[in-house]
């Protein structure tokens, strides 16, 4: 039962323009979201969170959008760049006993020069 | 360069084997968590510790175990080994009891043939 879910295995834009990179959840209990980048050969990277207060949070380029109602968030970049292309993981967790991170399966990003 | 560090880095090992992965998480990093990537599927949480003490528990098999050490650094135990178990193991640290920003350390790429 996957509860964090990327349903779009990949995105390529072109540099400068902006990527919107999706996640759906269906655990109405996570209050704390995160998105983190992996290149090959290497761990994940944490990149931005927002907490279930917030509607929105912007880091630079990297801007997470959150909208409870729908169960879903968003990570734009703008502009996007080459060193951007990475898969990107969305995962979600929830205050009280035995939180964990819940992560989706990722998307990779291309971004074409 | 993340802090964590993850030993070994590559795992060959044969159906019924035994083998330990060993994590060595940031300096002053109390929480350690492990993670089983497999092929096309997102990161699975298996296990956390913190301060030595198990905090939260994911889809860990029973033939998995793991325990931190009282210098914090951790092992994930994986035995009779089936082919199932390929997969690339991380660790990940945080300072806090709780599961939000963490620090993935390279992984260990376990192959079981």
């Known amino acids: 039962d996957q509860q964090v879910k990327q349903n779009s295995p990949s995105l390529s834009v072109q540099e400068g323009r902006i990527s919107i990179l999706n996640c759906d959840y269906t655990n109405s209990m996570f209050d704390y979201f995160l998105w983190y980048k992996k290149y090959p050969a290497e761990g994940p990277t944490f990149l931005i969170s927002i907490s279930s207060i917030k509607d929105k949070n912007e880091d630079g380029r990297f801007t997470v959008f959150l909208n409870k109602s729908a169960k879903h968030l968003s990570l734009h970049i703008v502009p996007s760049q080459p060193g951007d292309s990475a898969v990107y993981f969305c995962?979600?967790?929830?205050?009280?006993?035995?939180?964990?991170?819940?992560f989706g399966k990722g998307i990779t990003l291309s971004v074409r020069p | 360069d993340s802090g964590v560090t993850q030993t070994p880095k590559h795992l060959i090992t044969a159906t019924g084997q035994r083998v330990t992965l060993r994590c060595s998480p940031r300096?002053?990093?109390?929480?350690v968590y492990w993670y089983q990537q497999s092929l096309d599927q997102g990161l699975q949480f298996l296990i956390q510790?913190?301060?030595?003490?198990?905090?939260a528990k994911g889809n860990i098999l029973e033939r998995f175990s793991a325990q931190q050490f009282p210098d914090l650094h951790s092992e994930l135990n994986l035995s009779s080994l089936e082919l199932g178990d390929s997969a690339l193991y991380f660790c990940?640290?945080?300072?806090?009891?709780?599961?939000?920003?963490?620090?993935f350390g390279p992984g260990t790429r376990l192959t079981v043939t």
């Open positions: 995962a979600a967790s929830h205050t009280g006993a035995n939180s964990k991170l819940t």
């Open positions: 510790y913190y301060n030595g003490e198990e905090r």
């Open positions: 300096s002053g990093d109390l929480s």
């Open positions: 990940a640290s945080s300072g806090r009891d709780f599961p939000d920003e963490q620090y």
